[in-house]
């Protein structure tokens, strides 16, 4: 990758100096994200199978594992995957070129070491070619600078999201990273039920698109992919009559009727004189075109987060 610097909190990273990384890397986290879907129960809408920006990277969390706990973590700083067990095991394994294949090797053999079976669907989902995990020697790159941009990129956008959830006091998820598509999003939801979703993703069984979304909802977040740098998205489903010719902002928004969402550029937020108000006028330009036009019951699920601040 070309050295990339960064001014200012949002960091510059063109995807194409980082693309064989970011399939890499997609990779790498499937296979982390679907030992966390191993042993996590079920919870609406897959919220179980999460990642969760951390001050060094990302992390599964809490993992029921028996009468332990596991938490497995990609440390972007030191560059190092780490594993840790509540009985205190612990295992670490170098992010740096490999390939998925031994990736995959080394994360079952450390996770065997602390007495973790791994039984997963050892193929990737929601990408076009699925190549087995054991087989995938094709993704085999990291750039270890790109890989700490992309993660400061995520950090960024986790606190705007942040506050964006702070203003909602309906059914909401959490900030969370879906391993899926690579995107950190936040979702809120109306309350109402929805349509059968059609499914469609490739490499998906469409039944897992019926639960996530089987319920009204606004959802919002950011992808590496897109623009020049990545780029922020908001839908709804089902989207009201009308939703696609809202006018949202900033100016550099605008809705693609490929992906079937509004969408910012990662760049035009970052070069904003305020990008943290950039990208909340995009967050809620777009809900608010999905929950007016929707007929959202706007004054029970929504609040001012500064509602106690007065009070001794």
Known sequence: MTE????????????????????TLHMWLQIIGKIRLQHAPLLNHWWQVTLYVTARGLTTSAIPCGS???????????????MRTSDGGAR??????????????????????LGVEVRIQASP??????????EDEVHASYDAAAANL????????????TRFRSHFVGKCSPVHFFWGA?????????GRGAPVHPGGAPNCADWVMVEGYSRELSSCGFWPGGGEEG??????????????????????????????????????????????????????????????????????????????????
């Open 231 to 312: 780029g922020f998205y908001s839908y709804a489903y089902p989207a009201p009559e009308g939703f696609a010719d809202r006018p949202v902002g900033p100016a550099q928004a605008h809705y693609s009727a490929e992906l079937g969402e509004f969408v910012l550029p990662y760049e035009a937020v970052r070069t904003a004189a305020d990008p943290d108000a950039a990208l909340m006028e995009f967050l809620q330009s777009t809900y608010e075109a999905a929950a007016s036009l929707g007929t959202w019951d706007r004054s029970a699920l929504e609040s001012d987060p500064a509602r106690w601040d007065q009070q001794n």
């Open 125 to 134: 989902n929601e990408v076009v070619t699925a190549i087995p995990f054991a």
């Open 150 to 161: 992309f993660w400061r990129q995520l950090v960024q956008a986790d606190l705007v999201l």
């Open 68 to 82: 332990r706990i596991l938490e497995i973590e990609f440390d972007f700083c030191d560059h190092e995957l780490r």
């Open 92 to 113: 670490r394994i170098s992010l740096e070129p490999k390939s998925v294949a031994e990736f995959y090797a080394q994360t079952v053999t450390a996770l065997g070491e």
């Open 182 to 190: 690579m995107d950190l999003a936040c979702t809120r939801f109306s």
């Open 4 to 23: 990339t610097t960064a001014t200012g909190a949002w960091p510059a990273l063109r995807l194409d100096e980082w693309t064989d990384t970011r399939d």
